[in-house]
């Protein structure tokens, strides 16, 4: 609480973590957190993925607009600890996270010296969180080194991604809609 205090002086918000379910995740770990739930990342890396929405609602730890009353509004007060979960090995290379909403997927693509291709299934976004990887589809490549980011279009037909690198890959799949 220390160090909150020191980075956010004056902000009430430090005191949400002792309220919260202080969890850890390891590498390669996620974790889904409903719509109504507050929560807040302390420390480390992560990706949050979110369907579209104009609704976030800040409390506090951040130097944003916060609106204490309309949080309090929306806020779900139900008890419980959510579970971490891996992603599931899938087809090809491609490992699943089990996300709850029909908003989007989220999986990581580990090409491992293989080529692995696909069809694009709307707008999608990849992410190289590891290694190197060329993308590759009827318009040209592009490398993808840790950290860097690439979004395919709904139309980009056939996409290609090899390399020795782990890439994680938001999209809508074929045949679903999104909410």
């Not at 390891?26 to 109504?36: D, I, K, M, N």
């Amino acid at each position: 609480m220390d160090r909150l205090l020191h980075i956010y002086p004056g902000d009430v918000g430090i005191l949400a973590p002792a309220l919260l379910n202080n969890m850890v995740l390891e590498p390669g770990q996620s974790l889904f957190v409903g719509a109504g739930n507050l929560h807040a990342y302390l420390s480390g890396e992560a990706l949050e993925l979110m369907a579209n929405s104009d609704n976030v609602i800040r409390g506090g730890l951040t130097p944003k607009h916060v609106d204490v009353p309309e949080l309090v509004s929306v806020l779900s007060f139900d008890s419980g600890s959510p579970e971490p979960f891996v992603a599931r090995p899938g087809l090809d290379g491609e490992a699943d996270f089990p996300i709850l909403v029909p908003d989007f997927r989220l999986s990581v693509l580990s090409p491992a010296g293989r080529v692995l291709e696909r069809k694009a299934q709307g707008p999608e976004l990849l992410l190289c969180i590891e290694g190197k990887a060329i993308l590759r589809n009827q318009g040209g490549s592009l490398e993808l080194g840790r950290g860097q980011a690439a979004f395919i279009r709904a139309d980009a037909g056939t996409w290609s991604l090899e390399g020795e690198a782990k890439v994680y890959r938001a999209f809508l799949p074929q045949g679903e809609e999104g909410a």
